[in-house]
């Protein structure tokens, strides 16, 4: 089964102490639904992550991307709705311009202060936790992890760090 290529984006303030997060609330189906997650979506066809990650942005939030840092990779087996597996490039979006939207078509928008989403005050996916700490890492260290799913459940994590 071929995997759906993927962006999820971190936007953080100046001074990285806050970050832009959607608040699924918008669509019963969504596999997010009640959950803050940060912005991105699949790739489309000929398209680069860095290109797609700021596609995704500008449709989401309104804002512009100016700079990307690449903070890893992860990969989903099984993690679709059918069992498909996602690959994804999570990003720290450090540099941007614009006022973001207050909603989008996944849900509400808003700022998050960094050591909320780090120690359990936001409410994330419970996997999530696993990664979250390696993309607002100090000093940023490059990780690529992966985190197998069946039914829906997280069977396992690992990653590696390689910056």
């Given at each position: 089964m071929q995997a759906i290529m993927a962006t999820l984006g971190y936007l953080?303030?100046?001074?990285?102490?806050?970050?832009?997060?959607?608040?699924?609330?918008?669509?019963?189906?969504?596999?997010?639904?009640?959950?803050?997650?940060?912005?991105?979506?699949?790739?489309?066809?000929?398209?680069?992550?860095?290109?797609?990650?700021a596609r995704e942005i500008r449709e989401e939030s309104g804002l512009d991307c100016h700079e990307l840092e690449l903070a890893g990779t992860i990969s989903w087996p099984g993690f679709g709705r059918a069992g498909e597996n996602w690959f994804a490039f999570v990003f720290r979006v450090t540099g941007w311009s614009?006022?973001?939207?207050?909603?989008?078509?996944?849900?509400?928008?808003?700022?998050?202060?960094?050591?909320?989403?780090?120690?359990?005050?936001?409410?994330?996916?419970?996997?999530?936790?696993?990664?979250?700490?390696?993309?607002?890492?100090?000093?940023?260290?490059?990780?690529?992890?992966v985190q197998p799913f069946s039914g829906g459940v997280p069977q396992s994590w690992s990653h590696t760090l390689t910056g």
């Open positions: 953080l303030t100046p001074d990285r102490r806050q970050v832009l997060l959607v608040h699924r609330d918008r669509r019963p189906d969504d596999l997010h639904l009640g959950y803050c997650n940060g912005l991105g979506g699949k790739l489309e066809p000929g398209e680069d992550a860095a290109a797609g990650m614009g006022q973001p939207y207050r909603e989008c078509p996944e849900g509400t928008l808003a700022w998050h202060p960094v050591a909320d989403l780090l120690t359990g005050r936001v409410p994330v996916r419970p996997s999530d936790a696993n990664f979250l700490p390696l993309v607002f890492a100090e000093p940023p260290r490059l990780f690529h992890g």
